[in-house]
């Protein structure tokens, strides 16, 4: 894969894409409080849909409402309406940053807090949201959720090291897996360990995960939740990871400054995007696949555009 644009403008670290409600459109967003509409056939000009005020951790498109729910730094969560670019709603429930968001079944959203609290709400026809469950699952951070294809189970990562998984029903703990150790020693330091990124495999029975230990590991999530393989994947934290529309590329994205690509049944590596292949200067915190392209996003405040 190669850089085939970058979109620039940003003040601060960018941690956050998602898809936008047009075709070829994508959104960022940033430690600059901005969540900025890009189009990838214009890299030049991105417009600014949002002030927030704080640092953007996370969103979630609403695209059948045309709504974008943006979390940020201090717990806020931010119902904006994408056409009139106007916040409909502001909520503070989380005391720490909002770090996830996923769409669940019945028109329901869960959002990982930095607090070790997971919330739960309710799409209301006036736009609004409605708060359904707010739970204490630990003192910790929630790094990042995900929902499995059939939208039965939750998926949530903690920084305990632990893989929470709750039934999106009642959100009962089904299992409690052991994911990452604690500590580690990288670059010859003892660092404090935790479960950063997490993903579903769209088409098999298989939880991905990602920790701050650089590795990859795969679990059966039809079953018993048996750790099924697990690889050294990068040299330090992995903070994202994003399957391909057809589920045979899986994506991941790095502190060690790098994004890779992976071949999902074999784990083979088919691409390493780092500064030498043209990529980013520093931490690499987000992903987003656009068709056959993949986007990468950075601490050094570039966007960027792989074919």
Known sequence: MQPSASFQGHKGPVYCLTTG??????????????????????PDHGEVIVRVGQAVFSMCLIADAGLLLIGTEGGGLHVVDLTSRKELHHYDLHRKGLFSMCVLPDQRIACAGGDGT?????MEDTQAL???????????????????????????ACQD?????????????LHTLQAHPLQVELDTEASFIGVAGLAFHPN????????????????RSDADHALLSSIPAHKAAIYRMV?????????????DKSAKVWDATTLDPIARLDRSAGGHTHSVNALLWCG?????????RRIVLWK
């Open 161 to 173: 090291g632990t893989i929470r998984v709750l039934d999106t029903l009642l959100f009962n703990e």
């Open 204 to 219: 098999k029975p298989v939880l991905f995960s990602g920790g701050k230990d650089g590795h990859l590991r795969l679990w």
């Open 21 to 42: 409600n047009e075709p070829g459109t994508f959104l960022s967003g940033s430690g600059d409080g901005l969540v900025v509409l890009w189009r990838v056939a214009d």
């Open 118 to 122: 997971l919330s739960v709400w309710k």
């Open 243 to 255: 399957f391909s529309t057809d589920g045979r590329r899986l994506a991941t994205a790095s502190r």
């Open 130 to 156: 409605r708060l359904l469950r707010h739970i204490p699952l630990m003192d910790e951070k929630l790094r990042d959720l995900c929902v499995a294809p059939d939208g039965e189970q939750l998926a949530v």
């Open 292 to 300: 056959d392209a993949l986007i990468t996003a950075s601490d050094d």
